[in-house]
């Protein structure tokens, strides 16, 4: 699989936009992007995902650099219920459909009141 | 609530027992999936199954097995324990296909003596 590589930690304060970076530099072109997040005590929880064009939903938006070697992870309006580890993961399209997932180590997101 | 629910939520065992895990999918749903996180070694993804088959093989250890019954539900058995195999184990499940995100259960805790 190829493999991701976000910064160990961020902070931001509540109620800013908080971007997620993450590189990618070695996608191919049947890699999705996923982000999935972990809230503290909880199981992983999907956030949104893309191929080429950049993608909102109600939990975030993600930006996607035009050669794909990288992503953006964007929480538009930060709260304190979003302090949690961020996956960036890869995922195969052309492949039978075994999907493990392959999760690094994520950016632990701090969230300042 | 992600609609994934596994049992039990803590258990603790003594080296050399053997535990079953429990995991029941989201209604429709036909892809299970089990996880290991742990201190050390992060979110590993263990196996698949599809529709009662296996679909995938990650990093599990041979004393570790599953099994997916006709009505979906899935059983991870872990044998012969160590005290490294104490670890959180979390289900997830798909309608199937690296096309769909999966949805994680809140995990089962397990602490080996």
């Known amino acids: 699989d190829a493999k991701t590589t976000q910064p160990n930690s961020m902070e931001s304060n509540e109620e800013e936009p908080v971007h997620l970076p993450c590189n990618h530099s070695?996608?191919?072109?049947?890699?999705?992007i996923h982000w999935y997040r972990q809230l503290p005590s909880q199981g992983p929880e999907y956030v949104i995902h893309?191929?080429?064009s950049n993608v909102n939903n109600r939990m975030a938006s993600l930006a996607i650099a035009e050669d794909r070697k990288s992503s953006t992870l964007i929480l538009h309006r930060a709260t304190l219920r979003d302090a949690a580890v961020y996956y960036c993961i890869l995922r195969d399209y052309s492949g039978g459909g075994a999907d493990g997932l392959t999760f690094g180590k994520g950016t632990h997101l701090i969230i300042q009141p | 609530d992600s609609g994934v629910t596994q049992t039990p939520k803590h258990l603790i065992t003594a080296t050399g027992q053997r535990v079953t895990l429990r995991c029941s999918p989201r209604?429709?749903?036909?892809?299970v999936y089990w996880y290991q996180q742990s201190l050390d070694q992060g979110l590993q993804f263990l196996i698949q199954y599809y529709n009662g088959e296996e679909r995938a093989k990650g990093n599990i250890l041979e004393r570790f097995s599953a099994q997916q019954f006709p009505d979906l539900h899935s059983e991870l058995n872990l044998s012969s324990l160590e005290l490294g195999d104490s670890a959180l184990y979390f289900c997830?499940?798909?309608?199937?296909?690296?096309?769909?995100?999966?949805?994680f259960g809140p995990g089962t805790r397990l602490t080996v003596t």
């Open positions: 209604s429709g749903d036909l892809s």
């Open positions: 070695t996608i191919s072109g049947t890699d999705y």
């Open positions: 997830a499940s798909s309608p199937g296909g690296q096309h769909y995100e999966q949805y």
């Open positions: 893309g191929l080429t």
